[in-house]
């Protein structure tokens, strides 16, 4: 939907998990789990998600702080313009 406003349709949602994903593995310690659970995937396996009874909202919200820490700059603005233009 909101790639739909913005009037992208060169990009996917798919685009931003898979980024998410490699940021999450490649530039934090976080455990797979935190990052699967971060991007609501399902836990495949019938069993471990009979057994997981948690959500790791505290480790969620701790990766998820992480992203402006080391993420690179992009030189835009928080309206998404670059200043100056």
């Known amino acids: 939907m909101l790639l739909r406003r913005m009037g992208r349709a060169d990009i996917t949602a798919h685009g931003f998990r898979s980024t998410f ?9 976080f455990p797979r ?17 009979a057994y997981r009874r ?4 505290e480790k969620r919200r701790k990766l998820m702080d ?3 820490r ?3 700059r992009s030189g835009l603005s928080q309206s998404g313009e670059r200043p100056g233009t």
């Open 21 to 29: 994903r490699d940021w999450a593995a490649e530039r934090t310690n």
């Open 33 to 49: 789990e935190v990052a699967e659970m971060a991007l609501a995937h399902a836990i495949p396996d019938a069993v471990e998600a």
């Open 54 to 57: 948690g959500d790791l909202f």
């Open 66 to 68: 992480a992203g402006p």
């Open 70 to 72: 080391t993420a690179p």
